[in-house]
Nanobody, 122 residues
Framework: QVSLVESGGGLVQAGGSLRLSCADS????????MGWFRRAPGKEREFVGG????????TYADSVKGRFTISKDNTENTAYLQMNNLRPEDTAAYYC???????????????WGQGTQVTVSS
C-alpha cells in the first residue's frame, strides 16, 4: 500500500531554493512512476514534472524546465523536487503522486501526498 507524506514547503524569497520530499511509508515507491503537481488559488491543477519508476527518465513542464529537478531514491522510498531560482508565480500547493504508469495527466495517478505549501515573495 502506497502512503505518501510530503515535506519541505515554506516561504522563500524570489531567486531562492526549496527542496520538497515525498516519502512512501509503504516502502513500495520503487515500483511507481512519480509525478509532481501544483495548484495555485483560482487555477487548475498543473503538472510540474515526473520521473519514471527506475528514476531514469524525467519530464518537466516548460514553466519550470531548467529550474526544477526531480529525483528518486528507491532505497529510501523517497522522491524529491529540487526547486531553484523560484519565482512568485511558483507559489502554490505542491503535491506528489504515484502510479505504476503515471504520466503528465493527474487523472492517471491513484496515490497522492497531502500537499505542501510553497510561497515565493517578490
Amino acid at each position: 500500500q502506497v502512503s505518501l507524506v510530503e515535506s519541505g514547503g515554506g516561504l522563500v524569497q524570489a531567486g531562492g531554493s526549496l527542496r520538497l520530499s515525498c516519502a512512501d511509508s509503504g516502502h513500495t515507491l520503487s515500483k511507481y512512476n512519480m509525478g509532481w503537481f501544483r495548484r495555485a488559488p483560482g487555477k487548475e491543477r498543473e503538472f510540474v514534472g515526473g520521473i519514471t519508476w527506475r528514476g531514469t527518465t524525467t519530464t518537466y513542464a516548460d514553466s519550470v524546465k531548467g529550474r526544477f529537478t526531480i529525483s528518486k531514491d528507491n532505497t529510501e522510498n523517497t522522491a524529491y523536487l529540487q526547486m531553484n531560482n523560484l519565482r512568485p508565480e511558483d507559489t502554490a500547493a505542491y503535491y506528489c503522486a504515484a502510479d505504476p504508469t503515471g504520466g503528465t495527466n493527474y487523472l492517471m495517478y491513484d496515490y497522492w501526498g497531502q500537499g505542501t505549501q510553497v510561497t515565493v515573495s517578490s
